[in-house]
């Protein structure tokens, strides 16, 4: 009975989940409207999200390594399996390296850098000697592409969700949900 699989994700993972998907969501409105300057309230919102949320990936990565493997995904086909473990690899290489490159880009343009993570607990400046613009929008350059192939990936997550529950009769809300 300890090996089998449970039928739900740790209460942990489910609360991180929602938790960085409404932390997405918010960090995506605000780089539409913010504007690239330290006092806009957008800005800070976005830059300080964007901190919370590679320091929360981090810990949820470190959570979903040592906690017990739940769900057991051998009731789909071999190509949904293997699609599956790409897109969880995706999620976690543009979880992590779409914040991080948000923090770096402003390594080389100190004047858009946040000395605070939410005007509240002080952040490491980075203030490079060498920091150049040109760096800066090599860096954006990344850091909008991560972000756009993020999307996708929250589009194919859905998609694959509408699938499994009006083509497959599979519901796998219930196992990244709080409900039972």
């Given at each position: 009975m ?5 039928q739900?994700?740790h209460?942990?993972l489910?609360l991180?989940?929602?938790v960085?998907?409404?932390a997405f969501a918010v960090m ?5 409207v913010?504007e690239?300057?330290p ?14 949320l590679l320091l ?5 990565f470190?959570?979903?390594i ?8 051998t009731q789909?086909?071999?190509w949904?399996q293997l699609a599956f473990?790409?897109?969880k690899l995706?999620?976690?290489?543009l ?5 991080l490159?948000?923090w ?8 858009v ?6 005007n ?7 203030f ?8 800066f ?10 972000a756009?192939?993020l999307i996708?990936l929250?589009?194919?997550?859905i998609g694959a969700f509408?699938k499994?529950r009006?083509?497959?009769?599979v519901?796998l809300l219930k196992n990244i949900t709080f409900?039972?």
């Amino acid at each position: 009975m300890l090996n089998q699989p449970q039928q739900k994700y740790h209460s942990l993972l489910i609360l991180l989940h929602w938790v960085m998907a409404f932390a997405f969501a918010v960090m995506f409105v605000s780089s539409e409207v913010m504007e690239e300057s330290p006092n806009d309230l957008a800005f800070i919102l976005h830059s300080s999200l964007g901190l919370s949320l590679l320091l929360l990936f981090i810990f949820r990565f470190c959570t979903s390594i040592f906690s017990r493997k739940t769900i057991n995904h051998t009731q789909f086909a071999k190509w949904e399996q293997l699609a599956f473990q790409v897109i969880k690899l995706g999620f976690y290489v543009l979880m992590f390296l779409t914040p991080l490159t948000g923090w770096l880009m402003t390594h080389f343009e100190p004047e858009v850098q946040p000395s605070q993570l939410w005007n509240i607990v002080p952040w490491p400046m980075l203030f490079s000697p060498e920091a150049s613009h040109e760096q800066f929008e090599v860096l954006e350059e990344i850091h909008e592409f991560c972000a756009n192939s993020l999307i996708l990936l929250i589009f194919l997550h859905i998609g694959a969700f509408l699938k499994h529950r009006l083509i497959d009769d599979v519901d796998l809300l219930k196992n990244i949900t709080f409900r039972n």
